[in-house]
Nanobody, 121 residues
């Protein structure tokens, strides 16, 4: 089955940095868009950054601080998080639009398990 697995260190002090990664695996025909969502306590999930591999988009609050990148060979997406602030604290979920081999003409959305990122002094 297709799945997304996240990894990365999730505890950092303000102004610090960390990097999250997410690997798509399984029987895949095509990995299309990949991105990251953040869900702060008591709030809905919010799109933080997305990439098609050729273009990127960011929510205004992270522009200039976060960088999303993608390794198509490894079906992996990364989120480099710099100059972290306490308000960045959230559970970060990897998301990907994937066409599985079994249904190659249909695109489905998949979620990673979520990574708790806590920015605190």
């Amino acid at each position: 089955q297709v799945q997304l697995v996240e990894s990365g260190v999730g505890l950092v002090q303000p102004v610090g940095s960390l990097k999250l990664s997410c690997v798509a695996s399984g029987s895949i025909f095509s990995v299309n868009a990949m991105g990251w969502y953040g869900q702060a306590p008591g709030k809905e999930r919010e799109l933080v950054a997305t990439t098609t591999g050729f273009s990127t988009k960011y929510v205004d609050s992270v522009k200039g601080r976060f960088t999303i990148s993608r390794d198509n060979t490894k079906n992996t997406v990364y989120l480099q998080m710099n100059s972290l602030k306490p308000e960045d604290t959230a559970v970060y979920y990897c998301n990907a639009k994937i066409q599985p081999m079994t249904t190659r003409f249909s695109e489905f959305g998949y979620w990673g398990q979520g990574t708790q990122v806590t920015v605190s002094s």
